[in-house]
Nanobody, 115 residues
Framework: QVQLVESGGGLVQPGGSLRLSCAAS????????MGWYRQAPGNQREWVAS???????KYVDTVKGRFTISRDNAKNTVYLQMNSLKPEDTAVYYC?????????WGQGTQVTVSS
């Protein structure tokens, strides 16, 4: 059984930065893909960024140049560095980790960008 624990959300002013973390617990985990999604009130959950085991990254266009996804394979942890935050980035952010045959989701962490 794999459990994901997220941290790092909070309230930040426009233009500010936050760093989200998501750590997986469990033994013999073969995580092939890690990523982040977000869901704003009234909206569907949307994909934000992903990173492969080899370190290849992809981003949704709205965060390119502002967000950076990274991972520590030894710690089974994925990070999302968010800079130049905008009010439209306000959402609950969820991490996801894919192992062969199954995806695991974090509990979500609230990010609020407001002055």
């Amino acid at each position: 059984q794999v459990q994901l624990v997220e941290s790092g959300g909070g309230l930040v002013q426009p233009g500010g930065s936050l760093r989200l973390s998501c750590a997986a617990s469990g033994s013999n985990i073969s995580i092939v893909l890690m990523g982040w999604y977000r869901q704003a009130p009234g909206n569907q959950r949307e994909w934000v960024a992903s990173i492969t085991i080899g370190g290849s990254t992809k981003y949704v266009d709205t965060v390119k140049g502002r967000f950076t996804i990274s991972r520590d394979n030894a710690k089974n942890t994925v990070y999302l560095q968010m800079n130049s935050l905008k009010p439209e980035d306000t959402a609950v952010y969820y991490c996801v980790m894919a192992v062969p045959g199954q995806n695991y989701w974090g509990q979500g962490t609230q990010v609020t960008v407001s002055s």
